[in-house]
């Protein structure tokens, strides 16, 4: 077991030649929102760009899209009426990784789209959120996949995913985690304090040197999804990538708390102390 520190990120994440444009540093496209839930996709996105992606493109549904244009005007939108109308294939072309679940939805449209992804995608998933409940019941449609997955848990959607309770995966997070990464060959970041990592190859990575407990609030999942997407959409190793987004947004959560307190702190602060953390660590 190793323990995720800055010298993790910076064997990871490289810093841009001088000659980088947008597309030479990665692009990412992203599945998420629903009529209610336009935060977690803004979060997300939000989060992405602040973690050095080139180019962002967002499917969300016509309903949202007024809201989310205005709030995140760096990204090319791909507004929908039916999320089942979307081409994956096509508009995931040049993207180097793809992001779902943050504010998805539990439809059946949205699940036909998430199996989609998982039986056709050619670049690596990042699945969070809502992603994760869908194939809760399923998780055998993991096993369909042809690239590299990424699932980002809390202890409650790992319940459902794994079967076990609450308190058993609290006792035995680590030998979990592990397990479920190797049984169905994807990467496990098992959220909450002292995050673990999983890999599918048997690695396992902690974090207890970042983070803190005003991270505790409704939308931290989601910045830290749309992290670790950003940096696995920039070519860097998917796995790798989780370690590092873990430890920086444990960072910057910490700068949050420096600046607001761990009360009043917010997942929106997270976003904004993004530069300086990875100005920190790099």
Not at 126 to 145: G, H, M, S, T, V
Not at 264 to 273: F, H, N, Q, R
């Amino acid at each position: 077991m190793y323990r995720i520190d800055k010298n993790t990120v910076r064997a990871t994440v490289r810093k841009r030649p001088a000659d980088s444009d947008k597309s030479s540093v990665g692009s990412l496209i992203a599945l998420c929102g629903c009529y209610g839930m336009a935060g977690a996709a803004i979060m997300s996105a939000k989060s992405a760009l602040r973690s050095g992606i080139g180019l962002l493109k967002l499917c969300v549904p016509e309903s949202i899209y007024p809201i989310m244009a205005s709030a995140v005007p760096e990204t090319v939108f791909i507004p929908y009426k039916n999320i089942n109308d979307i081409s994956f294939s096509e508009k995931s072309r040049y993207c180097g990784a793809v992001l779902a679940g943050c504010g998805l939805g539990l439809s059946e449209d949205a699940g036909r789209a998430v199996r989609t992804l998982l039986e056709q995608s050619e670049i690596p998933l990042i699945l969070d959120a809502d992603a994760i409940n869908i194939i809760a019941n399923e998780p055998e449609l993991l096993k369909q996949a042809h690239t590299a997955v990424t699932l980002t848990p809390h202890e409650r959607e790992f319940s459902r995913l794994s079967g076990k309770s609450v308190e058993h995966i609290r006792s035995n997070r680590e030998e979990l985690a592990l397990g479920f990464a190797r049984e169905y060959g994807v990467n496990v970041v098992l959220k909450g304090h002292k995050t673990v990592c999983a890999s599918a190859d048997g690695e396992l990575w902690y974090n207890d040197l970042a983070g803190n407990p005003g991270m505790a609030v409704g939308g931290s999942g989601d910045v830290l999804a749309g992290i670790i997407a950003s940096l696995t959409a920039q070519g860097f190793d998917p796995f790798m990538s989780a370690c590092s987004g873990v430890y920086i947004h444990a960072v910057a959560g910490d700068i949050a708390a420096e600046r607001f307190g761990e009360i009043s702190m917010l997942p929106t602060d997270i976003i904004d102390c993004l530069p300086e953390a990875f100005a920190r660590v790099l």
